[in-house]
């Protein structure tokens, strides 16, 4: 069985200053790791994903996710948070590139503040 | 990027009546398209994977009775809440998988989601 944890409900930073969201995840063989945004009454858009390769990977709107293997955790940054990064991130994992399998995080709501 | 359209955005509805989503690849054909179901600051819940020409794949505890899934076409999918209840009430979303080759020439496939339906149930 696969799953994930988003160990933070709320996260909430400064606009400029750096932003991370946690996740970390369990799953039989190789990993593939997505980050999602929501905003309010909208669906999920695609931010990044982890299959193979480097650890680091970047994504849309400057996010980036470092892939730890050791540490099971696939962190969402940003080295400078603006107001419209607030919205809801969700961290799902699939066993394989079919993302359609996903097992989703609780997700974590971004605030930035001005 | 591929785009996922749904349709209603909101609808509401009273109790025993039966409201249809559908789900529509607008740039691309899926072959495999998922619902999902989402509750107030909640995740997404999986409930069934939508196959194009074949019957659905329900989850574990979501009745198929109650949510009927037609998947006719390489574009279209839709799902129907039969006998509305108070309780169906949530934000149902789909998303459809766009199967293609990557610049190297290998086989990828990509999750597009649509933005989701508003189902409420008086």
């Known amino acids: 069985a696969q799953s994930v944890a988003q160990p933070e409900d709320q996260v909430n930073v400064a606009e400029g200053n750096p932003l991370t969201v946690k996740c970390t995840y369990s799953?039989?063989?190789?990993?593939?790791l997505f980050w999602y945004v929501q905003y309010p009454n909208r669906g999920l858009q695609f931010l990044l994903k982890?299959?193979?390769?480097?650890?680091l990977v970047k994504g849309s709107y400057g996010f980036e996710a470092e892939f730890n293997k050791s540490q099971t955790s696939f962190h969402l940054k940003k080295p400078s948070a603006l107001v419209s990064d607030s919205a809801l991130y969700f961290c799902?994992?699939?066993?394989?590139?079919?993302?359609?399998?996903?097992?989703f995080g609780d997700g974590t709501t971004l605030t930035v503040k001005p | 990027g591929a785009v996922v359209s749904q349709h209603p955005s909101r609808v509401i509805c009273k109790s025993g009546t039966s409201v249809k989503i559908e789900c529509r690849s607008l740039?691309?054909?899926?072959?495999?398209m998922f619902w999902y179901r989402q509750f107030p600051k909640q995740s997404l819940m999986l409930m069934a994977t939508?196959?194009?020409?074949?019957?659905?794949?329900?989850e574990q505890g979501v009745e198929k009775d109650k949510f009927l899934i037609n998947h006719a076409s390489l574009t279209l999918s839709t799902l129907t809440v039969t006998s509305a209840h108070p309780e169906d009430s949530s934000f149902y979303i789909c998303?459809?998988?766009?199967?293609?080759?990557?610049?190297?020439?290998?086989?990828?496939?990509?999750?597009?989601f649509g933005p989701g339906t508003r189902l409420t149930v008086t």
């Open positions: 998303s459809a998988i766009e199967d293609r080759l990557d610049p190297s020439g290998r086989e990828c496939s990509e999750q597009y």
């Open positions: 799953v039989s063989g190789n990993p593939y």
């Open positions: 982890y299959i193979t390769g480097d650890n």
């Open positions: 799902a994992v699939s066993p394989n590139t079919n993302a359609g399998k996903s097992t």
């Open positions: 740039d691309f054909q899926a072959t495999t």
């Open positions: 939508s196959n194009e020409g074949s019957k659905a794949t329900y």
